[in-house]
């Protein structure tokens, strides 16, 4: 059984930084894909960033260049540098790790305000 527990979210001011961390822990494949995706209020949970294993990065065109994704492979843990943050980034963010065969998990969320 694989568990994700994020971390780092909460209250700041547009224009400030925050990093969220995500542990994964459990029956893991080597390989996989880990990543971050956000839902807003009232919007569909959209994706944020992923990266590989080699440390492929795929970001969401409105947040490249200010969110930087990386992970610790030993840790099994990605973390989400989010910096100039805007208020349209307020949103519960999830962290998710899949592989192939349809493996496919979810943490619990954190939240992120970004107050104006």
């Known amino acids: 059984q694989v568990q994700l527990a994020e971390s780092g979210g909460g209250l700041v001011q547009a224009g400030g930084s925050l990093r969220l961390s995500c542990a994964a822990s459990?029956?893991?494949?080597?390989?996989?894909?880990m990543g971050w995706w956000r839902q807003a209020p009232g919007q569909q949970r959209e994706l944020v960033a992923t990266?590989?294993?080699?440390?492929?990065?795929n970001y969401a065109r409105e947040i490249e260049g200010r969110f930087t994704i990386s992970r610790d492979n030993a840790k099994n843990t990605v973390y989400l540098q989010m910096n100039s943050l805007k208020p349209e980034d307020t949103a519960v963010y999830y962290c998710n790790l899949f592989w192939g065969g349809g493996m496919d998990f979810w943490g619990k969320g954190t939240l992120v305000t970004v107050s104006s």
């Open positions: 990266i590989t294993t080699s440390g492929t990065t």
């Open positions: 459990g029956d893991i494949f080597s390989i996989n894909y």
